[in-house]
């Protein structure tokens, strides 16, 4: 059990939140694996680079991501006053969301599962 006032625990725990600037996209209707081919390409990049990569990608996945990524730049602008020309994708990740269960027909009256997936996106940005 956690020992302190209720106000203390809580300074405590603000104290130790990541204030890096960031942006998350929940429910995206890609898989985990898919979304991973683009991340894994704008890892580590800067910005200028990333947004680059992202916009001539043929994946699904990259539409997606090119607008978390605008996203995460406005919110180091807007609530971090960081210069977007310094920034540079320190994490980004993919973790499981719900999987949505569907039915196919196929021959002699069986049935099929298809799993529609779903993932949570993340992109966290840093300053050089």
């Known amino acids: 059990m956690a020992k302190g006032h209720r106000s ?3 300074r405590e725990r603000n104290a130790q939140k990541d204030t890096r600037p960031s942006a998350k996209l929940s ?3 890609v898989s985990v694996q898919k979304a991973c081919f683009v991340l894994d390409a704008i890892r580590g990049k ?3 680079t990333a947004l680059g990569i ?14 978390l990524l605008e996203s995460a730049i406005a919110n180091a602008e807007n609530n971090n006053q960081m210069n977007p020309e310094n920034l540079y994708v320190a994490e980004c990740y993919a973790n499981k969301g719900p999987t949505m269960k569907r039915v196919k027909p196929r021959a002699q009256g069986r049935a099929y599962r298809i799993e529609k997936r779903m993932s949570h996106i993340t992109i966290v940005l840093d300053e050089r």
Do not use: W
């Open 54 to 67: 992202v916009t001539y990608n043929s994946r699904y996945a990259s539409t997606l991501i090119k607008k």
């Open 27 to 29: 429910y995206a209707r």
């Open 46 to 48: 800067d910005v200028q």
């Open 8 to 10: 203390q625990i809580k």
